[in-house]
């Protein structure tokens, strides 16, 4: 027969397996698993590829002697027009893999709205270069410097990229300015579906150097 509650020493308590100490129910609760208490593993975000919009009219069909991810010097020229900005995110793959290795290319138009190619008819700014590479490090990050993009007749204001890797071409799309009053009235922007829309707007904010813009890219491969 057990003891009567009030005979059993502080120290202890009584179980179904006979008196114990109570520190050591105190450590066999510590080192019961979370999931026997009820919490639940969150589970990894599930990412979503970036959608590819069409390449427009104007890429380069020559591209510039200086094709670095400075956009505001072109050669020994510098670009005064526009609202100085960064371009910057990172490329990885549906497992949130970096593509190390991976191009990224931009093109965009001037201030005034015109495209270095002859079918916008030669009347781009000599100054702006107009078109960038950025070669992907192992961490996945690319950057460019540019300006804040400019509508033309017809657009919403866009910048265009290109993503290779080796000899493949693994995306085409444009990157589109938040809050900017064209965009309901762009063909393209509007066609897109909200969460699209979402993925391919992103804000141009203020910053110590001029505007910055983080653009993420998620590659179906």
Same mark, same amino acid.
């Given at each position: 027969?057990?003891?009567?509650?009030?005979?059993?020493?502080?120290?202890?308590?009584?179980?179904?397996?006979?008196?114990?100490?109570?520190?050591?129910?105190?450590?066999?609760?510590?080192?019961?698993?979370?999931?026997?208490?009820?919490?639940?593993?969150?589970?990894?975000?599930?990412?979503?590829?970036?959608?590819?919009?069409?390449?427009?009219?104007?890429?380069?069909?020559?591209?510039?002697?200086?094709?670095?991810?400075?956009?505001?010097?072109?050669?020994?020229?510098?670009?005064?027009?526009?609202?100085?900005?960064?371009?910057?995110?990172?490329? %990885?793959? #549906?497992? =949130? /893999?970096? *593509?190390?290795?991976? @191009? !990224?290319?931009?093109?965009?138009?001037?201030?005034?709205?015109?495209?270095?190619?002859?079918?916008?008819?030669?009347?781009?700014?000599?100054?702006?270069?107009?078109?960038?590479?950025?070669?992907?490090?192992?961490?996945?990050?690319?950057?460019?410097?540019?300006?804040?993009?400019?509508?033309?007749?017809?657009?919403?204001?866009?910048?265009?990229?290109? %993503?290779? #890797?080796? =000899? /493949?071409? *693994?995306?085409?799309? @444009? !990157?589109?300015?938040?809050?900017?009053?064209?965009?309901?009235?762009?063909?393209?922007?509007?066609?897109?579906?909200?969460?699209?829309?979402?993925?391919?707007?992103?804000?141009?904010?203020?910053?110590?150097?001029?505007?910055?813009?983080?653009?993420?890219?998620?590659?179906?491969?």
């Amino acid at each position: 027969m057990p003891p009567a509650p009030s005979l059993i020493p502080r120290p202890f308590l009584m179980t179904p397996h006979g008196l114990v100490r109570r520190r050591t129910v105190g450590a066999v609760l510590v080192a019961v698993p979370a999931w026997c208490l009820g919490a639940r593993a969150q589970p990894a975000p599930v990412l979503r590829a970036t959608p590819a919009q069409t390449e427009g009219p104007f890429y380069p069909l020559a591209f510039p002697k200086d094709s670095d991810s400075d956009l505001l010097h072109n050669g020994a020229l510098v670009y005064p027009e526009g609202q100085a900005c960064w371009l910057e995110g990172s490329v %990885i793959n #549906l497992a =949130g /893999r970096p *593509l190390a290795g991976a @191009q !990224v290319e931009i093109w965009q138009c001037d201030q005034t709205g015109h495209y270095h190619h002859p079918g916008d008819g030669g009347r781009a700014d000599a100054r702006f270069q107009g078109f960038g590479r950025f070669t992907v490090a192992a961490d996945g990050r690319y950057r460019f410097r540019t300006i804040r993009p400019a509508a033309y007749s017809g657009r919403t204001p866009h910048i265009h990229l290109k %993503i290779r #890797l080796g =000899g /493949r071409e *693994l995306l085409t799309t @444009q !990157v589109y300015v938040a809050d900017d009053p064209g965009n309901p009235r762009d063909f393209l922007w509007r066609s897109l579906s909200a969460a699209d829309r979402a993925a391919l707007t992103v804000v141009f904010a203020p910053g110590d150097d001029g505007l910055r813009a983080s653009f993420p890219i998620v590659i179906d491969v």
